[in-house]
């Protein structure tokens, strides 16, 4: 998978926007993607990723997503590959 132009954290649940080009009447044309994710470690240690939220994941979606949209909204192009966190990891 390709490297996220920008991440926005809010607890362990991330936003990951990714821009795909696609070609049309032979121009490219980004097409951002964001990618919802909560972090977690199994019962070995290992840090893995699930899609699937709990009740407690919600507000922190909401506003992780709310963070991408206004990034995607103020930003037609991309700045910066660093992330913004918000909140402990």
């Known amino acids: ?5 920008t991440v926005f954290k809010v ?3 991330r936003a990951s926007i990714f821009r795909n080009t696609v070609e049309r009447n032979g121009q490219s044309i980004p097409l951002p993607k964001v990618v919802i994710e909560v972090r977690y470690k199994d019962k070995t240690g290992q840090w893995n990723g699930t899609n699937s939220l709990s009740l407690n994941d919600i507000p922190k979606a909401i506003l ?22 918000t909140g402990p990891q």
Do not use: R
């Not at 998978?1 to 132009?5: L, V």
């Not at 709310?66 to 590959?81: D, I, M």
């Open 64 to 85: 992780a997503l709310q963070k991408a949209f206004e990034y995607l909204t103020g930003h037609k192009e991309p700045e910066s590959p660093e992330s913004l966190s």
């Open 1 to 5: 998978m390709a490297k996220p132009e």
């Open 11 to 13: 607890g362990a649940v």
